[in-house]
């Protein structure tokens, strides 16, 4: 009998450390950047969405100098949004309690992303480093423009075109 009280709570525990949440966890918010560019000095851009239960702020900054001011909106989200929002993250393989990325870039864009899903912290702060993880850096970055309007981005990529057109 003790046996299988003892097995009986291993398998409780084992399921209660699984991972992130099915469901989307009331206390879900974070950041995301995402960085894109070649050589300077005129294509090069990044930009930071950080998300809460509401809204949605991106700050993008064009080019290589850090003390440019960047460009920032902040945007509502629905509820709906941020759930797809999450679920996407979860399914990709990005909510993951720790990350190991390993040197070796294999040039491109990069990212980092941290959140908090709850209670814990998950995230990935080299992403686009080397090859496996590039594939989950465009997965995060396909999410993140798809949870804002297209309006948006659009702006954002207007604003870099005249931007570099006037470098």
């Known amino acids: 009998m003790r046996a299988l009280l003892i097995a009986l709570v291993l398998v409780l ?21 995402y960085t894109k ?6 294509y090069h851009y990044e930009w930071t969405l950080t998300f809460t239960a509401t809204d949605a702020t991106v700050a993008w900054r064009p080019g290589y100098d850090e003390a440019t001011q960047p460009w920032t909106t902040t945007t ?14 979860r399914d990709a393989g ?28 998950y ?4 992403l686009g480093t080397n090859r496996d993880n590039h594939d989950l ?20 990529e207007q604003r870099q075109q005249d931007w570099g057109a006037g470098s």
Request: charged share 20%; net charge negative; glycine share 12%.
């Open 94 to 121: 990005a909510l993951q309690a720790t990350s190991t990325n390993r040197d070796g870039g294999v040039g491109g864009s990069t990212g980092s992303l941290t959140v908090t899903a709850d209670g814990e912290t």
């Open 137 to 156: 850096l465009e997965a995060i970055h396909d999410a993140a423009v798809d949870l804002l309007p297209a309006a948006v981005w659009d702006e954002f």
């Open 13 to 33: 525990t084992a399921g209660c450390s699984g991972g992130p949440p099915s469901d989307l966890p009331e206390d879900f918010a974070g950041t995301f950047t």
């Open 76 to 89: 509502p989200i629905t509820a709906e949004a941020r759930a797809t929002f999450y679920r996407t993250l």
């Open 37 to 42: 560019g070649s050589v300077p000095p005129k």
């Open 123 to 126: 995230g990935s702060p080299r």
